[in-house]
């Protein structure tokens, strides 16, 4: 008789870890969730509303060249980098780089805010962008977070695409 006892409270005590088990992926999956939630916006916005977010968004970076350039020709995308650090970056932390682009099959503007502890943590410092109509690798550039951080506070990409679409990245 003393051997069923033992052999319920192991089966309580497996139940219990599972239960909390799939608690805690609950949480990390909706953690996760509301993570993405608050760093991607989405809004309506018509060719002129568009153009009015994006001239605001940009006038910070008055007079300022982009750092990378987009060009496409015959479906072919190929980007370069157009300038190269200043000679006496300060090396400020950054804290966050911001993309912005508006769809105009869907009329509306995605802006989304990547914190740069995020961006330092992916895969050997490489950043990657895509879309149906854009291909943008930093990685292909060869241009790294560490690199992004020697620029400082910087512009980018500021780039209408032949579709309509214009994407417009910043660091801050």
């Known amino acids: 008789m003393a051997d069923k006892p033992k052999s319920k409270t192991w089966i309580w005590v497996v139940v219990a870890l599972l239960v909390v088990g799939i608690i805690g992926f609950l ?40 750092i990378i350039q987009i060009r496409t020709a015959d479906d072919i995308v190929s980007t370069r ?33 990547l914190p740069f502890w995020l961006l330092r943590l992916s895969n050997r410092g490489s950043i990657h962008f895509s879309s149906d109509r854009a291909n943008l690798s930093f990685e292909r550039l060869n241009l790294t977070v560490d690199d992004l951080e020697k620029y400082g506070p910087a512009l980018i990409v500021d780039q209408e695409m032949p579709s309509g679409e214009r994407v417009l990245i910043w660091t801050q």
Do not use: C, N, Y
């Open 27 to 66: 949480a990390v999956v909706g953690a996760g969730f509301l993570f993405v939630a608050r760093q991607v916006k989405t809004e309506p916005a018509s060719r002129a509303s568009a153009a009015r977010a994006f001239a605001v968004a940009r006038a910070r970076f008055e007079g300022q060249e982009p």
């Open 81 to 113: 980098i157009t300038r190269e650090p200043p000679a006496d970056a300060s090396g400020a932390a950054l804290e966050s780089m911001h993309v912005m682009v508006w769809d105009p099959k869907e009329g509306r503007i995605v802006r989304v805010t």
